[in-house]
């Protein structure tokens, strides 16, 4: 099966495949939360308590059709996860690792939108909740099922980097391993003022 991917203005285009294999959950880290405030979107992007609907796949089931040259990334720091958006309109698409042989993306709900299903007739349900402590309020815990798709999911990467299919992905160059595009990393004093409005 496969789902489309867009931004928001439909420049950038897409879709996902093998959407049986995804991990669907829901992010209330701090990091996330800043991201979607960096973004201009919190409100469109989180729910109620602070959460990210995100659906976590192989950057290999990832594929761009059109409008690639507007995908960009950022980092909280220079150290941090790479967080890729289409700056054409500031559409969240995905969070990846900064090593491409973790072959990870989660992609955000915002760039899954489809007037003709539901995220979860597309993606089953949410399956497991992180980040609970930074969340505003108290999510349902779900520890049994967290810790059962993170396994699951860990399996799949573990895979992905015995076959050397990690190497495909449309977030980075399959032969340096750098990313596309040089991510913007935010100074000290910009992720301060995330934080604070966080």
């Known amino acids: ?83 890729w958006y289409a700056s054409c309109c500031n559409t969240p698409i995905g969070n990846t690792s900064r090593d491409f042989k973790v072959s990870h993306v989660g992609l955000l709900h915002n760039c899954l939108q489809d007037p003709s299903t539901s995220l979860d007739s597309a993606f089953g349900p949410v399956r497991m909740r992180v980040g609970m402590k930074s969340a505003k309020g108290t999510p349902k815990a779900m520890a049994f099922s967290t810790t059962m798709a993170i396994l699951q999911f860990m399996g799949r990467l573990v895979r992905a980097r015995l076959d050397g299919s990690y190497r495909k992905t449309p977030f980075f160059d399959p032969e340096t391993g750098a990313p596309r595009v040089s991510p913007k990393v935010l100074t000290p004093d910009e992720r301060a003022r995330l934080m604070q409005a966080v």
């Not at 867009?6 to 950038?12: A, D, F, M, S, V």
């Not at 495949?17 to 979107?41: I, M, P, W």
């Not at 594929?63 to 040259?69: A, D, H, I, N």
Request: with cysteine; proline share 2%.
């Open 1 to 83: 099966m496969t789902h489309p991917l867009r931004c928001q203005c439909g420049t950038l285009q897409g879709h996902v495949s093998h959407t049986e294999s995804v991990c669907r959950g829901v992010c209330y880290c701090k990091d996330c939360q800043a991201y979607a405030h960096f973004l201009g979107k919190a409100d469109e992007i989180l729910d109620e308590m602070g959460g990210s609907d995100v659906v976590a796949t192989l950057p290999q089931y990832v594929s761009f059709t059109q409008g690639v040259e507007k995908l960009t990334c950022m980092s909280l720091s220079d150290k941090g996860m790479l967080r």
